[in-house]
């Protein structure tokens, strides 16, 4: 198997899964956790959106995140943005990174929208102008990538047009986004290397969720196919509101145990993400989808027994 052995992990949790919960997170909570994001290691972290808070009621205190949390060297603090007023906050807040979406579902698309995904992201040109002004760097995500409940299958051509229209109005980082949780293996491979292949200028991010358990197998296939750059979400916390039974996202601790395995360098510690995620139940009072919260690292499975205690067992 060939993969490449070292990846940036962007977490994800304190936007994209704590925008899913019931409850909102008191900003001094929310200051914490990305607080000891940064110490364990990650150099990425997605810290709210600058949406309406009637709509999103969770992220409403984002931009006082942005004020209070101290600023570190090499740390990227990003934010999702939905269209010019979003840019203004992120400014005056601040916030140095903003992040665009439009569906690759046309149907979804045309029917909140009136717009096709390309006619979304050609409307985003003052947005690109306006963050390029300010000193703010912006990059595109496309959601429903893989499929979705309004299309089933999504044809690459149509992910091709929105990307295109992405690099028309300057934006060259481009997240591939399986909100609806349907990415298999092989899909993410084969549209990973063709992505790469007719378009190299793009910086390429992937994020899954793991809606039917595959979300940990897409990062690696996504990691066969050469790419270094993925979401996730402490605890597993998030799922797309939007899609009948949807779990979490891809679990962060789940995603380090694995590549600490594998001997793949994420530059993240492993006992620290653990640490954030169980603080992170506490703080919600309720369990994850987390494999690590509830079975541990497998290196703590090794135990040394004393001599004479160690006894034949069979397994019928």
């Not at 149509?158 to 293996?185: C, M, Q, R």
Request: with cysteine; aromatic share 6%; hydrophobic share 40%.
């Amino acid at each position: 198997m060939e993969y490449t052995k070292k990846i940036t992990l962007c977490e994800v949790g304190l936007r994209d899964g704590l925008q899913s919960e019931k409850s909102s997170l008191s900003t001094d909570q929310k200051v914490e956790l990305a607080n000891d994001v940064v110490k364990a290691g990650f150099q990425v972290i997605e810290l709210g959106s600058f949406v309406s808070p009637k709509a999103v009621p969770q992220m409403a205190d984002t931009d006082e995140v942005f004020r209070r949390l101290p600023k570190y060297d090499g740390v990227e603090y990003r934010a999702l943005i939905a269209n010019l007023r979003g840019v203004d906050r992120a400014a005056e807040c601040g916030c140095k990174k903003v992040k665009l979406n439009v569906s690759a579902s046309r149907a979804h698309n045309l029917a909140n929208l009136n717009r096709t995904p390309e006619e979304s992201v050609a409307g985003f040109q003052a947005c690109v102008d306006k963050a390029n002004e300010c000193g703010i760097g912006i990059s595109g995500s496309i959601s429903m990538a893989f499929g979705s409940p309004w299309d089933k299958e999504i044809p690459i051509g149509d992910v091709k047009k929105v990307v295109e229209a992405y690099l028309n109005v300057g934006i060259t980082e481009i997240s591939l986004s399986d909100a609806a949780g349907v990415a298999f293996p092989s899909q993410v491979y084969d549209m990973g290397q063709e992505m790469k292949r007719e378009y190299p200028q793009v910086k390429w991010w992937f994020h899954f969720h793991n809606t039917r358990g595959l979300g940990i197998a897409n990062i690696l296939a996504g990691m066969e196919a050469g790419f270094t750059n993925f979401d996730a979400s402490f605890a597993g916390v998030g799922g797309c509101p939007f899609v009948p039974g949807a779990a979490g996202n891809v679990t962060t601790e789940d995603v380090l145990h694995m590549c600490s395995q594998m001997k793949v360098d994420t530059g993240i510690d492993l006992d620290q993400a653990i640490a954030i995620s169980r603080k992170v139940v506490q703080m919600l009072g309720h369990s994850t989808d987390s494999y690590l919260l509830r079975a541990g690292k497998a290196s703590e499975l090794i135990r040394e027994l004393p001599k004479g205690q160690i006894k034949n067992q069979t397994t019928k």
